[in-house]
């Protein structure tokens, strides 16, 4: 049996439920994020999911310079504070530099280190020495076993409080492929194992000055990722992803997501 990780009021990994993170891929406003946090809220409580609500207060890896980032540091994390006091959900929000970090452990039960920062040593190092839970977004230019040395640096903080999240490997040409082995190498790290759906459906850049992406694909690959094995599923969603201002073209409707956790959830009860 694998290890437990706990965040919040949700444990994840070993023989605990399967487990559900999602939320926007950006804070779009206060009254949008506290309307579909408290959506999500009430989806997860009449369907018992165990749920970590994630937004990100800035995004700092943009296709242009034009783009829409969030609501900046302070701003977010207030909106965010807001979510975890008014309904009593964890938050995980990720963390671009080293000096947001304490800032935002003040705030957010778990704290991300994204995908393209994932060799950022000092970075790194200061997530674990939050004392907070932290997310391991693989990058999309590592394969799995290179995430051991990532790990190793949480670690060595004596943090162990530690996700490894799986979002799809790029090999240029604005797309990216998901290995269902990458998991399975991934667990063999000791920690529990997220699968990214709707990240793993991107297509970087694809929209010239934005990211494009393939949202249709992604229940499929989440069913394939519980049916291998993990741990959590990573969903952005939006109440009409058409107007969402960041991922449009992979994030989940709202409206789709009880369904596609009523399947994922029967195959993660079929024993492997």
Request: hydrophobic share 45%; charged share 20%; aromatic share 6%.
């Amino acid at each position: 049996m694998g290890r437990t990780v706990q965040i919040g009021t949700v444990k994840i990994g070993g023989k605990n439920p399967l487990a559900l993170i999602a939320g926007p891929c950006v804070i779009e406003g206060r009254k949008q994020t506290l309307d579909l946090a408290g959506r999500l809220v009430r989806l997860a409580r009449r369907h018992e999911i165990p749920l970590v609500f994630k937004a990100s207060y800035d995004k700092a890896n943009r296709s242009a310079h034009t783009s829409y980032r969030g609501p900046g540091l302070a701003r977010g994390l207030d909106i965010l504070a807001e979510v975890r006091a008014a309904y009593g959900v964890p938050v995980l929000t990720d963390v671009h530099a080293e000096s947001e970090v304490p800032l935002a452990a003040r705030v957010a039960d778990a704290l991300q280190l994204p995908a393209f920062l994932c060799r950022q040593t000092d970075l790194v190092l200061a997530l674990g020495q939050s004392g907070k839970a932290v997310n391991l977004k693989k990058g999309q230019f590592l394969a799995p076993w290179d995430v051991s040395n990532v790990v190793a640096k949480v670690e060595s903080t004596g943090n162990r409080n530690i996700l490894i999240t799986e979002r799809g490997t790029c090999f240029g040409y604005n797309n990216l492929v998901s290995d269902m082995r990458s998991l399975l190498v991934l667990r063999e790290l000791g920690y529990p194992v997220v699968f990214d759906a709707t990240h793993s459906v991107q297509l970087p850049g694809g929209a010239g000055a934005r990211s494009g992406g393939e949202a249709r694909w992604a229940p499929a690959l989440a069913r394939a990722a519980v049916a291998v094995g993990c741990d959590a599923v990573f969903i952005e969603t939006h109440i009409d992803p058409r107007r969402a201002l960041s991922d449009k073209d992979n994030a989940i409707p709202l409206a789709k997501l009880k369904h596609l956790w009523t399947r994922l959830r029967q195959i993660d009860a079929i024993p492997q």
